[in-house]
């Protein structure tokens, strides 16, 4: 059974930061690509950033304040968000390459 699990969300002053990790459990991990994307209720899921052995890439809202990484041996990938906005505030979850399963999500909120 394929499991991703969200966590690191949390409350957030602007300009501040935080880490998000997802732990991939019951599938391969190293050879798939992992993405990053965020959902405001009642508005449509939007990429945000994706790494595979081609490369990374960044949703232009997000570029040079948003870093992706993952470590395989951890079968975990990790968004670090800087200079966060209150743009910035929504669900994030990730996913794997060809598999349509997504966790519960993690709650980011970016507020004064």
């Known amino acids: 059974q394929v499991q991703l699990v969200e966590s690191g969300g949390g409350l957030v002053q602007p300009g501040g930061s935080l880490r998000l990790s997802c732990v991939v459990s019951g599938t391969t991990f190293s050879s798939k690509a992992m993405s990053w994307f965020r959902q405001v209720p009642g508005k449509q899921r939007e990429w945000v950033a994706g790494i595979s052995s081609a490369g990374i890439g960044y949703a232009d809202s997000v570029k040079g304040r948003f870093t992706i990484s993952r470590d395989n041996a951890k079968k975990t990938v990790y968004l670090q968000m800087n200079s966060l906005k209150p743009e910035d505030t929504s669900v994030y979850y990730c996913?794997?390459?060809?598999?349509?399963?997504w966790g519960q999500g993690t709650l980011v909120t970016v507020s004064s």
């Open positions: 996913k794997a390459q060809g598999l349509e399963v």
